[in-house]
């Protein structure tokens, strides 16, 4: 209480996300899309991320194909992976 009345503010402290890694059957499926691979390199790393951990955290191989597929399309596309969301 004493440090808040006073106005003294603790330091942030900010983190650093791990690497991403890139399954080799996700690179692969969007390699094989010229305009879904210029799209991916294009986006800023959480655009990313985003598509990367949505295929990755699947749980079961068929909803892991399907939203590969999914992703590529979307890509292809030049979408983001909220698109949905986003103002027009």
């Excluded at 691979?37 to 986006?43: D, G, S």
């Excluded at 955290?57 to 979408?79: I, N, Q, S």
Aim: charged letters at 30%.
């Amino acid at each position: 209480m004493k440090r808040n009345e006073s106005g003294v503010k603790s330091p942030r402290v900010m983190t650093k996300k791990a690497l991403l890694r890139v399954p080799a059957y996700f690179r692969s499926a969007v390699c094989a899309n010229k305009k879904a691979l210029a799209t991916l390199e294009a986006f800023a790393p959480s655009h990313r991320r985003a598509y990367v951990e949505w295929v990755t955290e699947a749980k079961t191989e068929v909803t892991r194909t399907k939203r590969l597929k999914t992703t590529v399309e979307w890509l292809a596309a030049g979408k983001r992976h909220n698109w949905k969301y986003e103002q027009r």
